[in-house]
């Protein structure tokens, strides 16, 4: 029973970091990143669809996002959709090609990026503690329950700490990381 709390506690903490890691993968930072388009949706034919599905996506070099529409008919459908996303580019059209030039990022938008990713990762660790707080919250009932001892109760907490430490020490290591990708000039 308790092996299974901490199975699950474990796998919700896990979800937290990928989470982590999928929102910072969405962060601008001064080079050029298909992950910045992966919220992009385009209105296609009345349906909302990724835009990863509907174009190819690379980085020919590190300031250029270039997208390749698939469906010529699409083109002005997905350059629409990215002047109306929150990326602040501004598409060039050549034919069924469009391109993102990624400007320098200044110096007050680093450090507005900084504190971005530092509030997302604070989220991320609010979310792991309150996994920790679910586990001993139900360890606790267990106990009174009768389904477990005290020294059970104890050994579980202790067990739930740590894991609780080990995924914050991963959260701020991404941060760390992150920190320093968007500070890189």
């Known amino acids: 029973m308790v092996n299974e709390l901490m199975e699950d506690g474990k796998r919700r903490m896990d979800g937290a970091i990928e989470s982590l ?11 050029a990143s298909t992950a910045l388009l992966d919220r992009i949706t385009v209105d296609y034919y009345g349906v909302r669809t990724p835009l990863k599905q509907l174009a190819n996506l690379a980085t020919p070099d590190p300031r250029l996002l270039a997208i390749t529409v698939y469906d010529k008919s699409a083109v002005t459908a ?4 990215l002047q109306e996303s929150d990326l602040g580019l501004t598409p060039n059209v050549d034919g069924t090609v469009i391109r993102l030039n990624i400007p ?4 007050e938008r680093r450090r507005n990026l900084v504190k971005l990713v530092r ?22 009932e267990l106990k009174k329950d009768g389904e477990i001892s005290e020294d059970d109760e104890r050994r579980a907490e202790e067990e739930a700490q740590k894991l609780t430490d080990a995924h914050i020490e991963r959260i701020n290591e991404l941060l760390r990381r992150k920190e320093e990708e968007i500070l890189e000039v």
């Not at 890691?21 to 080079?31: A, Q």
């Not at 997905?78 to 959709?81: H, I, N, Q, T």
């Not at 997302?120 to 919250?137: F, G, K, P, T, Y």
């Open 78 to 81: 997905v350059v629409r959709a």
């Open 21 to 31: 890691r999928s929102e910072f993968n969405t962060v601008r930072t001064s080079r």
């Open 104 to 107: 320098p990022l200044t110096e």
């Open 119 to 140: 509030n997302m990762a604070e989220e991320s660790r609010v979310a792991v503690r309150n996994v920790r707080r679910d586990l001993i919250q139900d360890l606790k």
